[in-house]
C-alpha cells in the first residue's frame, strides 16, 4: 500500500475565527506514527479532519481506506449496550432469530457472512481483559477504562484500514495499558496515535511533530526522537554562541571605529582653530570627514544588526521549550519524621498462599499507612480500585465509603505547619477563573509579599504583565504552571503533597516541567498514576498497590 493519508494545504479555524491549522501538509504511510505536540497544536483536531468528523476551511485531506477513529470521549447513550457499542447488534438479532427459526431473507441479509461474530466480539474482549464483561451490559455500567478498551475492541473487530487512537491510555490501568500495548504492537495496518504515554510512544515506528503549523517527521520511537532533538539542541545551542561571539565582535568593532571617528574630528577641529590649511582645504577636508564618518557608522551598524539577526536566528532555532526552575527548600522534611498516619479497614480477602494477590511481585497487606518523609510514594490500583477516594480521605474530603471503606487518618502538623497537605486533582479544577494568577497564588500563600510571589511566578514562566491575566484566559499549558505554582508556593509550605493522575492530559512538554518542578520538592510525596515511566522519572521510593477485595498492600514495583 502506497500513502495512505495525504493533508494537502489543510487550514482550520473554530467558529469564533481561532485559527489551529493553517496550510498544513503531511503525509502518513504504513506503520505506526505517533503524534506528538503541545496543547493546542491541534492533533485531536488533525484526528478529526482524517476521520472525516470536521472538514477543512481550505485544503484537502485525502484518506486511502476506511478509517476506524477512537476519541479521547466516546459519545455514549445510558442505554446503549456493549454489543451497539461493538456495532454487532443487528448482526446478533438476525442469527438469534434464524436459530429460533425465523429464515427469513432480511434476517440472512443481516446476519451476511458474520455467522460466527459473537464469538469474534467475544475473543476481542477477551484478548482485551474484557472476558468479565457480557455484551448485553449497558455501557452505563462501565468505567471509564472499560469504555475505552471496548471502544478499541470494536474497532479491531471492523479491522480498517487506518485507525486512529486519540489518547487511548488516559483512564487505563496498568494491565490495561499493556493489553493496548499488545494490541498497537500486533496492527498491520496504519495507524496515528496521539499520547503522551512514553511506554506507548516507544513502540511507534515513527514521530510525527505538530509545532507552529507544520509536521516534520522523526523516523524510529519516541526515544530516538528525543536522542536527535538532543543533538539538534546542541548543535544550535553552539550556533548561538557563536552568534553571540559575533555580536560581541561587532560591537567592539563600532567603539573602536567611534573612537577613531572621534580622534580625526579633534584633529580636524585643531587644524581648523590653527588655520594651518587654507579655509577652502579644511572645509573640503571636513567634508570628507563627515561623509566618511557617516559610511563607516552606518557599516558597523548594519554588521552589529547583522550580527544580531544571526543571534535570533540561531536563538529560535534551538528547540525545547523553557523549562521551570524552582528552589523549595521550606518543603524540607526530615528522614523518618512521620508526616502521615492512617489505618486502614481490613480487605474483603487476604493475599493467596503465593502472597502476591494474583500478581507476580510480593506483596505485604497493610493495615496502616505511615508516611515519613521525605518519602516518594507510587500508588497503583485497577480503575475503581479507590485510590482517589484514598486521596481524598487524607485531605478530609472524602473520610469514609468508597470501595476502600472507612478510613482513619491523622496528619501530624507542627508549630510551623509542617504536615500542610496539598493536592492536585485530576481536573486541575483548584484555581479563581475570575482572579488574576498572582491573585491565586497569593490566595494559596497569603502571608508571602507580592514581590516575593512575583519572584516565585517568574520561575514558573510568569513574567511581567502575564502574572495579572485571569486564570479563566489561560491556555492549557499555562492554567497547568499556574496550578503548579498555587500548590508549590503555598504557605506554609506543602511537606505532603498528594497528585492524582497528574499527567493525564498533559502534553510532553508538560509532563517535563512537572518533572522539574516536583524535583526540586523535599517534602513526602503520595502520587496515584498508571504512567510508570513518569514515575520512574520522580525517583519513587515505595510501591503500593490498591484492590478493592485485598485492600493496600507494599509491593517491590510496579
Known sequence: MST???????????????????????????????????????????LKLIAGELAPASGSVTVRGEVGYLPQSLPLHAAETVSDLLAITAARAALHAIEAGEATEANFAAVGDDWDVEERARAELDRLGLDHIGLDRTVATLSGGETIMVGLAALLLRAPDVLLLDEPTNNLDLDARHRLYDAVDAWPGVMIIVSHDRALLDRVDQIADLRDGGIRVYGGNLTAYEEVLEAEREAAERTVRVAEADVRRQKRELIE??????????????????KREPKIVMNERKREAQVSEGKHRIMHQEKLAEAGRRLTEAEDAVR??????????????????????????????????????????PVRVLDELVVTGPERIALLGGNGAGKTTLLRAITGTAPGGGPLGAVDVTVTTGQDGEGAVRYLPQRLDVLDDDASVLDNVRAAAPGAAPQAVRSGLARFLFRGDRVDRLAGTLSGGERFRAVLASLLLAEPPPRLLLLDEPTNNLDLASVRRLTQALSAYEGAMIVA????????????????????????SETDGP
Open 320 to 361: 525545547g521549550d523553557r523549562e521551570i526552575r524552582v528552589e523549595l527548600p521550606r518543603t524540607r522534611v526530615p528522614a523518618g519524621r512521620t508526616i502521615l498516619r492512617a489505618t486502614l479497614p481490613e480487605p474483603e480477602r487476604a493475599p493467596d498462599e503465593a502472597g502476591t494477590d494474583g500478581r507476580d511481585a
Open 257 to 274: 571605529a567611534r573612537t577613531k571617528l572621534d580622534r580625526r574630528r579633534r584633529y580636524g577641529k585643531k587644524m581648523n582653530e590653527e
Open 4 to 46: 495512505s493519508i495525504v493533508c494537502d494545504a489543510v487550514t482550520f479555524a473554530w467558529p469564533d475565527d481561532t485559527e489551529v491549522l493553517s496550510g498544513l501538509d503531511a503525509a502518513f504511510g504504513p506503520g505506526r506514527t505517533g503524534l506528538i505536540g503541545v496543547n493546542g497544536a491541534g492533533k485531536s483536531t488533525l
Open 529 to 552: 498514576s498508571h504512567d510508570v515511566p513518569f514515575l520512574d522519572d520522580l525517583g519513587i521510593t515505595r510501591w503500593l498497590h490498591l484492590d478493592r477485595r485485598t485492600g493496600l
